[in-house]
């Protein structure tokens, strides 16, 4: 298709390794495929996209167990993730110093959404 549209070819490709699930390769006959779709309707594509981003190396084979599916999602997203966003979240709504210093400018914005007030300063 490149050569018909007379664009270059590419230099170097990227190819990724097999996906293996429990440590064998996935077969249809041996019934150890996982379909994507499954796990996009019940975790989310973030969910799906994170764990083979995190876990399955590009250009190694990678191992995909639901119990380590399981734990990504409940241990990191859910713990780790989660708590670094209720600590950021947390952070954002402690006054600066300057809103210390002047409690005068800080009444003026304490009726706003926090947006509007954002923007207003």
């Not at 990227?14 to 996009?40: A, Q």
């Not at 084979?61 to 713990?79: C, H, I, Q, R, V």
């Not at 300057?98 to 300063?121: I, N």
Request: net charge negative; aromatic share 10%; glycine share 10%.
């Amino acid at each position: 298709m490149l050569l018909g549209l007379d664009l270059p070819l590419p230099k170097t490709l990227l190819v990724h390794g097999f996906v293996h699930v429990g440590g064998s390769k996935m077969s249809k006959t041996v019934g150890n495929v996982v379909d994507p779709m499954e796990i996009i309707q019940s975790y989310g594509a973030d969910a799906f996209r994170y764990f083979f981003a995190r876990h399955i190396p590009t250009q190694d084979d990678g191992d995909f167990t639901w119990e380590k599916f399981e734990k990504a999602y409940n241990g990191e997203l859910g713990n780790d993730l989660g708590n670094l966003v209720q600590r950021v979240a947390a952070a954002d709504t402690l006054p600066s110093r300057s809103d210390w210093r002047c409690a005068a400018s800080r009444a003026r914005y304490d009726h706003l959404p926090r947006h509007d007030a954002a923007t207003g300063v």
